[in-house]
C-alpha cells in the first residue's frame, strides 16, 4: 500500500527558532500533499494544500508567512513553522493525494516549543 | 456548510460488533472515507465508499451510506482489543479540490 513518511516524528525546540517537518510518499508520487494540525482529543484541522511546483494553497486564518511551505518535487513537501512560539505546539500531520485521488496520512509529528 | 459529526465514545466486548456513526450536511460529497488513528499516530486508511453506493463490505468491516439522511457508518465486525481506536469519518466534496472535511472522531475502546 502506499505509504507517506515524516520527518522528524517529534521534536522539542526553544521559542523563536524555525523547525522543519518533511512529508515523503514514498512509493507513489504526489501531485497535491496536505498539511493538517491536531490538537489533544480534537479532529485534524487542514491548514494547506501543498502543490508540486507552484504555492501553497492556505485555508482561512492560517499565517502563510508563519508556516512556510514548500512542495519541491512530487514526493517532498516541507513544512517550516517559522519563529515558533509555545501556541505552536501541536501535533502536525501530512498526507499525499495518489492519483486515484485517496489520501494517505504521513505518521505525524509532534512540536513542543519551550 | 461543511458539517461532520460523530458521536464522542464507543465501548464494546471483545468479539461483539461496533457501529459508529456519522452524519454529514453537504450533500456534494464525492467520497467519505474511514480512518483509524491509533495514540500517537498517523492516521490509517480503513475504507471508503462512493457517494452513489449504499453499502461496501471488506472483510470485517462494513460502510453504510444513507444518503438521503447524510449518514454513514462503520461496522467492525468480531471486534478485537486491537480495533482500540480514534476512528474519524471524512467527506470530501465535489469541487473542493479534493479537501478532505474530517469528523469529530469516535473514541473506540474494547474490553475483554
Known amino acids: 500500500g502506499a505509504v507517506v513518511s515524516q520527518h522528524p516524528s517529534w521534536v522539542i525546540c526553544k521559542s523563536g527558532t524555525s523547525v522543519k517537518i518533511e512529508c515523503r510518499s514514498l512509493?507513489?508520487?504526489?501531485?497535491?500533499m496536505f498539511w493538517y494540525r491536531q490538537f489533544p482529543k480534537q479532529s485534524l484541522m487542514l491548514m494547506a494544500t501543498?502543490?508540486?511546483?507552484?504555492?501553497?494553497?492556505?485555508e482561512q486564518g492560517v499565517e502563510k508567512d508563519k508556516f512556510l511551505i514548500n512542495h519541491a518535487s512530487l514526493t517532498l513537501s516541507t513544512l517550516t513553522v517559522t519563529s515558533a512560539h509555545p501556541e505552536d505546539s501541536s501535533f502536525y500531520i501530512c498526507?499525499?493525494?495518489?492519483?486515484?485521488?485517496?489520501?494517505?496520512f504521513g505518521p505525524g509529528t509532534r512540536l513542543l516549543v519551550l | 456548510g461543511e458539517d461532520v459529526e460523530q458521536s464522542l465514545f464507543l465501548s464494546v466486548r471483545e468479539g461483539d460488533s461496533s457501529v459508529i456513526n456519522c452524519t454529514y450536511t453537504?450533500?456534494?460529497?464525492?467520497?467519505l472515507y474511514w480512518y483509524k488513528q491509533e495514540p500517537g499516530a498517523g492516521l490509517q486508511l480503513l475504507t471508503y465508499?462512493?457517494?452513489?453506493?449504499d453499502m461496501k463490505q471488506d472483510q470485517r468491516l462494513t460502510v453504510l451510506l444513507n444518503k438521503k439522511d447524510k449518514h454513514l457508518s462503520l461496522r467492525i465486525a468480531d471486534t478485537q482489543t486491537g480495533d482500540s481506536a480514534i476512528y474519524f469519518c471524512?467527506?470530501?466534496?465535489?469541487?473542493?479540490?479534493?479537501?478532505?472535511?474530517f469528523g469529530t472522531g469516535t473514541q473506540l475502546k474494547v474490553e475483554l
Open positions: 498526507s499525499a493525494r495518489d492519483y486515484q485521488e485517496t489520501q494517505y
Open positions: 501543498s502543490n508540486e511546483g507552484s504555492k501553497a494553497t492556505y
Open positions: 471524512a467527506e470530501s466534496i465535489t469541487g473542493g479540490g479534493n479537501k478532505l472535511t
Open positions: 512509493d507513489f508520487q504526489a501531485t497535491t
Open positions: 453537504d450533500s456534494s460529497s464525492t467520497y
Open positions: 465508499i462512493f457517494s452513489n453506493m
